[in-house]
């Protein structure tokens, strides 16, 4: 991925609306979002609205589909790993065999797989 294009993408993230937006529709897979349901996430006015999607979609982040009178927005998921191997490509000093798996893996990531599941107490209930 060319520096110019890993610039635009982190200009347009670098804005706590749009950051949130993107997430958004991270989360919500391949089928996107409407622009009403994306408004009510963010609750914010139209134009703004607009304005903010515009920006992700001349990132390439984000890509709008047409689909009767709605349009719905999803993620360029192949934007979204270029994005990520551009910014860990060196990476542990370009040897990724030698890194350390923890130093690697997101934060939330790293939480959730070593995290242990709680013990369930199972209480008998007599009749």
Same mark, same amino acid.
């Given at each position: 991925?060319?520096?110019?294009?890993?610039?635009?993408?982190?200009?347009?993230?670098?804005?706590?609306?749009?950051?949130?937006?993107?997430?958004?529709?991270?989360?919500?897979?391949?089928?996107?979002?409407?622009?009403?349901?994306?408004?009510?996430?963010?609750?914010?006015?139209?134009?703004?609205? =607009?304005?903010?999607?515009?920006?992700?979609?001349?990132?390439?982040?984000?890509?709008?589909?047409?689909?009767?009178?709605?349009?719905?927005?999803?993620?360029?998921?192949?934007?979204?790993?270029?994005?990520?191997?551009?910014?860990?490509?060196?990476?542990?000093?370009?040897?990724?065999?030698?890194?350390? $798996?923890? =130093?690697?893996?997101?934060?939330?990531?790293?939480?959730?797989?070593?995290?242990?599941?709680?013990?369930?107490? $199972?209480?008998?209930?007599? $009749?």
């Amino acid at each position: 991925m060319e520096t110019k294009y890993v610039v635009a993408a982190l200009g347009a993230l670098a804005q706590a609306t749009r950051l949130e937006i993107y997430r958004r529709l991270v989360v919500a897979g391949a089928q996107g979002l409407a622009v009403g349901q994306i408004a009510e996430y963010v609750a914010t006015a139209p134009a703004t609205l =607009s304005f903010h999607l515009k920006e992700l979609v001349h990132a390439g982040l984000i890509e709008p589909r047409q689909e009767g009178r709605f349009i719905y927005y999803c993620a360029n998921y192949a934007t979204m790993n270029e994005l990520l191997g551009f910014l860990t490509e060196n990476c542990c000093a370009g040897d990724g065999g030698s890194c350390a $798996r923890a =130093s690697c893996t997101p934060a939330m990531v790293a939480k959730k797989t070593t995290k242990k599941k709680p013990s369930v107490k $199972r209480r008998v209930v007599r $009749r």
